[in-house]
């Protein structure tokens, strides 16, 4: 955000920052401050026990590892999409381009019901890969395939708007100056396009790592396997340990701005340079 | 219950929070004990149900839910609301029987014809067997299937602690998927075809077995189980300020009459009744149980094998 120097065209601007200071802090800062305040009940030593156990570990290994590498898989896969959407017209694209935001529409839980039921031992496609050793539901393989379902539409939409305003005619100079269409897609459109996905990134990983309504059905759920943190959470809750769910959720949270933080640093980096 | 006065009043409406495998069982109470409190009082109430995991279920209510009584998986879920003051501490002596109208065991539910040949508790750690059981973490259900597997190990020759800890972490093996509630577990179970054997409630088990056929699914008694003792209380906060404290205890204490009782008997819980009980007798066969007592109560098995550290996180953790 840059304060402006003049006076700007628009009026407005000391009565809209307030309304965006006092509506980001009841609507974000609030909650995240209780939440930050509720496990030190258990003292700092409780805590730390608390969120240092091996199951604990080993689930957030897990949710922020899937979380991390269903997001970098969507990178290229919502390239593709994306990339088709904006540049290309084909027929029933309507269509295509309302099932993208499938995901995000479906209740969580339905999507991993119908997961589950299609990468079962039984299911249409856990059947096919079963014979092969592969076994998708029920461990953390599946995590990962849901993770990769939820993500899609935050990584093509971030990317749409981006596509659509880059000027065809930057690939076209290229290609008139003796690019190969390689050189085209690494040189020219590729480095334009990496603030982009690197949002896109964060907003997928972001979505995974907190993601539980159809993770929690086909991930097994088996402790220091395929327990997610999320799940550990609601067992914290379950027993009552409300102060041990917040330490969790906790560090969840502050795991997860940290990254979102590096990531937007590294982008704002990206746009000075260029 | 008789000072009642005989004449018609507003509308009483109660809120019944239970757990999950009890809707069909109160989806046919409710309507015997509506007419049957018409007919003593006059009175029109209504009586609203609310079903999830046990845990989260008196969570909920401890939270504000205002339920005038609730009827959980155990009786632990009832004492956390009774040490929090909602509820009277004297709470499970209130009504007969340990304050459970209705009781369970657990037993398998395996496929038509038993093809892994599961009868008792070692079968199960048989290396082909798979075994479907929630988080006894997240379901009290579950918590009754570990505890079920403890006595039979406890009974066992020479049976110590390691030897019971040994049996239970091999048969933590066999499992390969941990859902979070009873009926999660069934589902895996019978939908997705996942494993050979499920530990489950006897009235779940029956209950797959109708909804499936009875020829899909077969019902295996192993030689030792549990006695679950689902209890129910008036819950004593909400009761006393919405003043339905009459209307509730006499809900309750209709489960054990004997039209309640035998609707219990045909939704597949065991009932206390003992005329009752003699006509099903077929239906639920006898068979050594370990009570809850057994373990020292609710508190101590809570806190040696379901608490934060206790015996089923040290089964998972390595190297302890």
């Known amino acids: 955000m840059t304060l402006p120097s003049r006076r700007s065209a628009l009026p407005g601007f000391s009565l809209t920052l307030g309304i965006t200071v006092v509506w980001l802090s009841l609507i974000v800062l609030l909650p995240l401050t209780l939440l930050a305040l509720r496990p030190w009940t258990l003292g700092f030593a409780g805590v730390w026990h608390s969120v240092t156990e091996p199951r604990v570990l080993a689930a957030l290994r897990l949710s922020f590892g899937t979380a991390a590498l269903a997001a970098a898989v969507n990178m290229p896969l919502g390239l593709l999409v994306a990339w088709v959407m904006v540049r290309y017209r084909f027929p029933l694209r309507n269509l295509a381009d309302s099932l993208i935001d499938m995901p995000l529409a479906l209740p969580t839980a339905v999507a991993g019901i119908a997961l589950t039921a299609l990468f079962a031992p039984r299911g249409w496609i856990g059947a096919l890969l079963l014979p092969l050793g592969i076994r998708v539901a029920y461990s953390p393989l599946g995590i990962f395939v849901a993770l990769v379902f939820v993500g899609l539409p935050f990584m093509v939409r971030t990317l749409e708007p981006v596509i659509m305003e880059m000027p065809k005619e930057a690939e076209e100079a290229a290609a008139t100056l003796g690019a190969t269409r390689r050189q085209t897609l690494l040189r020219v459109v590729l480095p334009a396009l990496t603030p982009a996905l690197l949002a896109g990134f964060g907003a997928a990983f972001g979505r995974g790592i907190g993601e539980y309504g159809s993770v929690i059905f086909i991930a097994g759920n088996m402790p220091m396997v395929s327990e997610i943190a999320p799940l550990l959470i609601l067992i914290r809750l379950e027993q009552l340990n409300y102060a041990g769910a917040a330490a969790l959720a906790l560090v969840m949270l502050l795991a997860s701005f940290a990254v979102l933080l590096s990531l937007n640093v590294l982008r704002a980096r990206m746009r000075s340079r260029t | ?320």
């Open chain 2, 1 to 320: 219950m008789g000072a009642a006065p005989r004449r018609a009043r507003a509308a009483t409406t109660l809120l019944n929070v239970s757990y999950d495998p009890t809707r069909e069982l109160y989806r046919a109470i409710n309507p015997a004990f509506i007419a049957a409190w018409k007919a003593k009082t006059g009175g029109e109430i209504t009586i609203n149900q609310s079903h999830g995991g046990s845990g989260a279920q008196s969570r909920a209510v401890l939270e504000g839910l205002q339920a005038d009584v609730v009827t959980l998986a155990l009786a632990a879920d009832i004492d956390a609301l009774a040490k929090r003051g909602l509820i009277a501490a004297n709470w499970q002596t209130r009504l007969p029987d340990n304050a459970s109208p209705y009781t369970s065991t657990i037993v398998f539910l395996v496929r038509a014809g038993n093809p892994k040949g599961v009868h008792d508790w070692a079968d199960l750690l048989k290396p082909d067997v798979g075994v479907i059981t929630p988080n006894p973490k997240t379901s009290g259900g579950a918590r009754w299937n570990f505890l079920a597997a403890v006595a039979w190990a406890q009974r066992q020759p020479g049976a110590n602690e390691a030897t019971v800890e040994d049996y239970l972490r091999r048969l933590l093996h066999q499992v390969p998927v941990l859902d979070t509630g009873a009926r999660g577990a069934t589902n895996s179970f019978v939908q997705r075809e996942l494993g050979d054997a499920l530990l489950a409630w006897e009235n779940e088990a029956w209950l797959a077995r109708q909804e499936f056929g009875g020829g899909a699914f077969e019902i295996v008694y192993p030689s030792v189980s549990v006695l679950a003792e689902p209890p129910v209380s008036v819950v004593d906060s909400v009761a006393g300020k919405k003043g339905t404290r009459d209307t509730a205890t006499a809900y309750l204490e209709f489960l054990y009459t004997k039209p309640a009782q035998e609707i219990i008997a045909k939704a597949f819980y065991r009932p206390r009744d003992a005329a009752v009980a003699r006509q099903y007798a077929e239906r639920y066969p006898a068979l050594p149980m370990a009570t809850i007592e057994d373990f020292g109560g609710w508190d101590r098995a809570q806190a040696k094998y379901f608490s934060d550290g206790g015996l089923f996180d040290r089964l998972f953790t390595p190297g302890k």
